[in-house]
């Protein structure tokens, strides 16, 4: 799982030339499966190469991702809007500190995937969208009526609820449910193609990761320990992390803003499966926490899909 590119609505509506939903639902599909089940793929990087240190695991992920997003971009075509980037200082401005918190998403999302606590992540993303949508409201004046105030109470309920589920604080939840707030709201006003944003995103941490791997992990304990397989493993986590973006992309641009809204929550229910199958208890304090946060999302769509029906009446 990683996190979710980010768009401006303009930019957005912009993209929605037109609905064709052959296209876009497999492509949105492939997205977010490859996301949700990428806990298994790390969890099998761990037991293939042993201990492996998580900022270790973070820098080849960084490394193998850059590699496969500037192929892609150079397949389509979108180098020089990537070199276009790094000349504009009011959008380095934006996409560095967003590279800071992408980061800060990575590192938190892969320990806890090596320490066994998928479902704290996939309680973190369940959230996403609605800790977005209220420092939305908080920042940026945006408006909150009754119902979502009703809705961001059951979600807060449901965290509470979970301490007790999860042995204490779920910093793992609101630690990643911020971040990507965060870096929402620091893209809220970026109109740069998606995956040219996350790329240049990720070109940042490049060098902290050739660094890291280059003074501390160039032994026995870090690139003279890597096989072959070890190596390919390295790679392909690369390109789990580069092409969900491709698929998302495709997505965006030929599915309703509500449908791609809605699919976004298939990663974490996936995430709730990989959780099971490496071992994570499912307590009745985890199950109720979760029930709470289910009741709190299809609260929000139902709401949101009423709300944009009744600006398309309002229209008409």
């Not at 997003?69 to 020089?80: A, D, E, S, T, Y």
């Not at 979600?155 to 042995?167: K, T």
Request: net charge positive.
């Amino acid at each position: 799982m990683g996190i979710f590119p980010v768009f401006s609505r303009k930019k957005e509506e912009s993209c929605m030339q037109s609905i064709d939903y052959r296209r876009g639902l497999p492509a949105m599909a492939a997205c977010f499966l490859i996301w949700g089940f990428q806990p298994l793929y790390w969890y099998m990087c761990t037991k293939v190469c042993g201990e492996i240190d998580t900022f270790f695991l973070m820098a080849c992920r960084i490394i193998w991702a850059a590699v496969t997003c500037l192929c892609i971009l150079r397949v389509q075509g979108k180098l020089p809007q990537l070199w276009a980037v790094f000349k504009d200082k009011q959008v380095l401005k934006r996409e560095l500190p967003a590279s800071v918190f992408l980061f800060g998403d990575w590192i938190v999302y892969l320990w806890a995937v090596q320490n066994g606590r998928v479902l704290e992540c996939s309680l973190g993303y369940y959230i996403q969208p609605l800790v977005v949508f209220a420092l939305g409201a908080v920042i940026f004046k945006e408006g909150m009526s009754w119902r979502h105030l009703v809705i961001i109470g059951i979600v807060v309920v449901g965290i509470v609820l979970s301490a007790s589920g999860f042995g204490g604080v779920p910093y793992v939840t609101i630690a990643l449910a911020l971040m990507f707030a965060v870096y929402a709201a620091i893209k809220k006003s970026l109109t740069i193609d998606s995956i040219v944003s996350t790329t240049s995103e990720i070109l940042m941490m490049v060098p902290v990761a050739l660094l890291f791997i280059l003074f501390f992990r160039m032994g026995d304990n870090g690139m003279g320990s890597m096989t072959v397989i070890k190596q390919l493993l390295m790679i392909g986590g690369g390109i789990i992390t580069g092409l969900p973006m491709v698929f998302y992309s495709i997505g965006v641009r030929n599915l309703p803003l509500m449908t791609t809204g809605i699919c976004q929550y298939l990663s974490p229910t996936l995430g709730i499966v990989c959780g099971a199958i490496m071992g994570e208890a499912l307590t009745r304090e985890k199950l109720v926490s979760f029930l709470l946060i289910w009741v709190g999302v299809i609260l929000y769509v139902l709401n949101t899909v009423y709300e944009e029906r009744r600006k398309k009446s309002a229209v008409q």
